[in-house]
């Protein structure tokens, strides 16, 4: 499976951005496909989770302004972060698994100005 991250870019403080994550290779439809971020000198944060039904999963601290979809028939992903703050500043990676996450894509990244 490839994953293929996009829509990342300099935004500034208050705009919302919408990453996509497109998996090429196999079906992914049965997987959970997931997002994920690393700050600079951080560890990689879990952000949410999608099930293959369309139920999702955030962390506790990326309630309220992340909203994580997906569209089985495009094996696609998608990201909708809203009222982004400088603290958002990362690379986001998605990734795909049965169990775990075997596959990850190489990362888009955010950067959000003052």
């Known amino acids: 499976v490839q994953l293929q991250a996009s829509g990342g870019g300099l935004v500034q403080a208050g705009d919302s951005l919408r990453l996509s994550c497109a998996a090429s290779g196999r079906t992914v439809s049965n997987y959970v496909m997931g997002w994920f971020r690393q700050a600079p000198g951080k560890e990689r944060d879990f952000i949410a989770s999608?099930?293959?039904?369309?139920?999702?999963y955030y962390a506790d601290s990326m309630k309220g302004r992340f909203t994580i979809s997906r569209d089985n028939a495009k094996s696609t992903v998608y990201l909708q972060m809203t009222s982004l703050e400088p603290e958002d500043t990362a690379v986001y990676y998605c990734a795909v698994g049965l169990s775990s996450y075997n596959y990850w894509g190489h990362g888009t990244q955010v950067t959000v100005s003052s």
């Open positions: 999608i099930r293959s039904d369309g139920i999702p």
